[in-house]
């Protein structure tokens, strides 16, 4: 195995413990290496789930089923395993979606509908889809407040560390909780929500008010990585809302202040996770932000951010720590976007290197060298457009032998 | 230096003479290691043009200069020096193309407009003008016919080795003449053209027949490979038409059936010219071929087609000679086009692998497995889209560490 990611935390993060969500781990044998693989959050009667889900043409049969589920809007359990993704598995791994959420919705007592399946692992392999059922009676058996650390280790594939995050909001004065879990690592280019990921808060929330907030904060953290421009077919982002904390305010809508803070918190909790899956990226040693002003809308920015995080020459020549400035003015201009050439301004640490359509006057390498060798690399890019406000953020890694031995040797 | 491919070619092939066309190259300098870095073609008075040129929003003043001055059709010399590329070098770089256009046209006695200048190597330095401009005489001077090896080998980067293709075609039965040189082997995404490749005829053409012959050849040829997906700022493709060779039946128009065979070995030689870029794509050990076929449309088959051959996830497992085919189904799946999953088939070295959505009842996994392990991998997609006719090849390589060793440390 490899070893644990340099970029990784240090520990696993304290979390809070989020009222009406519990949660089982284990291992059913679907990894030959008998680690844990099979995961149940458990959701308290009354909670509501907003989701957003890979936009793969091959999407497997976890993602077709969720997508029909969550227009409800209720949810008793999500179930999720690694080891194997179920996709391009045919009728055959419809039917094992059903199998699963048939057995769930027994020994709950709920409806079919409110139970959501994930898979992540190997595309095209049938799942042995025995060793889910038989383990589940068993495992939600055991479900129990507070055991992120072993879900999120559950739910791993090529991930190096569980990826955890949590805070505490207060809607209108009263406190309400939000934890999330999340896997990634390689297969990240997420294209309306990323690998796997799952957050949880007690407060009360309809269904509306979840989505849109979902999707807000989506945008600027799942939304806003790339390992490898590779788009998972299963990637996943759900929001489970129990409304088994302290009774709040009423929220009627997106829109209401009393939502400011928890909406600000949320999205932390969200770019949290999603920077960890950075931060694992398949050989990843650099942790890297490209920063863009100045373009003509926030999705050009956006699109010249992914340009310039999505190139091989780029991520290859700062896993080098080597200062070639000029590959970020390559990726720029084939972005596609407008931008003025004469007026890009390209930072590289803080330290400004181009002015008028080439180097600075006087640009110095050694700062900038100095900064290429540090662990977290600042990008910020300027894209000069006359009265351009689009602005945008995002996340990567590099690139590094380190991703070519991990993938050209995954599944043998 | 890196070692010569072991996609490469056994020996740089004999081209044959193309009338009107004399070629110089020779060491100015640029690159400190007094490799060969200048080329010049001189070419006979009342030769043609027609080129295309990267469409990225940072090209440098060699393209932008080419792309006025091909507007007029003429052409007496294209001047080329690798080693640097001259790009993002603000004014000074654009005064850098003005010096060379007037020494060269001052030496033969030609409009400025009737020379064309191309540069290829690092971005973002200031190019030693006068280490051109006095070689210029010299160089032209020595200019003699069929010197392509030694003109191809002067505008290598990181190539490992030279390339160059040739035809005889016929029009009208009278034998004409095709010969061309390229460069390139990263930063091979080419978007309207590649890198830079120079394609002469001896046969009389005119501007608006040679400029509809460049698109059309161009779209199944250098516009039909990817190395890394990185467009470069420099990408340059011209074909000139000396009209120096034998008489031929007089061509007006792109669709005289005269221009048959022309066509056909025109297109022959660019596709041969494209494949030896990719053969030398940095780190290459497996050419690939990528067809797709019963798409929406040829544009749909294309873009799926390129983001196959673009993924970093099925390169690595090509290079690691793992048969891992549910990582096409993930390529093809986040392509953005139309398919249908339940209709996908996928061929890797004409092994048929899926059905109905699923891996094919009884598929053995060892045929598809000494095929990865050639030189060449044959990937067969058909989009399976109801009455769908859409079709395209594309050509790439795999993704090795030798990429990674070669682009971590390029410029240092």
Redesign the interface.
């Known amino acids: 195995m490899a070893e644990v990611s340099p970029l990784a935390p240090k520990r696993f993060p304290r979390l809070p413990n989020v009222a009406g969500v519990e949660l089982a781990a284990g291992a059913c044998g679907i990894k030959p290496s008998m680690r844990s693989d099979l995961m149940a959050a458990v959701l308290a009667p009354g909670s509501k789930v907003a989701g957003v889900f890979?936009?793969?043409?091959?999407?497997g049969p976890t993602v077709r089923w969720c997508r029909e589920a969550v227009k409800g809007g209720a949810v008793r359990a999500i179930v999720v395993n690694s080891g194997n993704?179920n996709?391009?598995?045919?009728?055959?791994?419809a039917r094992d979606v059903a199998a699963t959420v048939k057995k769930t919705a027994g020994i709950l007592g709920c409806s079919a509908h409110d139970v959501l399946v994930s898979a992540t692992g190997?595309?095209?392999?049938?799942l042995p889809i025995a060793k889910i059922t038989n383990a589940l009676d068993g495992l939600i058996a055991q479900a129990k407040p507070g055991n992120w650390q072993e879900a999120a280790n559950a739910i791993r594939t090529t991930d190096t560390f569980p990826k955890g995050a949590g805070a505490v909001a207060r809607i209108g004065g009263v406190p309400v909780h939000i934890a999330g879990i999340a896997k990634g690592s390689?297969?990240i280019?997420p294209?309306m929500a990323t690998m796997l990921a799952y957050v949880f808060t007690d407060a009360k929330l309809p269904v509306p008010v979840l989505r849109r907030l979902l999707k807000e904060t989506c945008d600027r953290s799942f939304n806003a990585i790339t390992v490898?421009?590779?788009?998972?077919?299963s990637d996943t982002l759900l929001l489970v809302a129990t409304g088994a904390g302290k009774a709040h305010r009423r929220i009627t809508r997106a829109g209401d202040p009393a939502l400011k803070d928890f909406r600000a918190k949320l999205e932390a909790v969200m770019a949290d996770l999603a920077q960890q899956i950075v931060a694992d990226g398949e050989g990843a040693t650099k942790f890297i932000t490209v920063n863009v002003t100045g373009a003509a809308s926030d999705r050009a920015a956006k699109a010249i951010a992914m340009t310039v995080a999505?190139?091989?020459?780029v991520k290859?020549?700062i896993?080098?720590e080597?200062a070639?400035?000029?590959?970020i003015?390559?990726?720029?201009?084939?972005?596609?976007?407008?931008?003025d050439?004469e007026r890009?301004t390209i930072r590289v640490g803080g330290v400004r290197i181009?002015e008028?359509?080439?180097?600075r006057a006087g640009y110095r390498e050694a700062p900038v060298a100095r900064h290429m060798k540090g662990r977290r690399i600042n990008v910020d890019i300027g894209a000069g457009v006359k009265g351009g406000r689009g602005r945008a953020t995002v996340w990567t890694c590099d690139?590094?032998?380190g991703?070519?031995?991990i993938?050209?040797?995954?599944?043998?």
């Open positions: 890979t936009l793969s043409a091959t999407a993704a996709v391009f598995t045919g009728r055959a791994g190997v595309i095209g392999e049938r390689g297969m280019a294209n490898d421009s590779d788009t998972s077919t999505n190139s091989p020459l290859t020549a896993a080098g080597d070639n400035w000029g590959r003015v390559m990726a720029v201009g084939k972005a596609g976007e407008k931008i050439a890009l181009t008028r359509g080439a180097a690139l590094t032998h991703y070519i031995s993938n050209a040797d995954y599944r043998s």
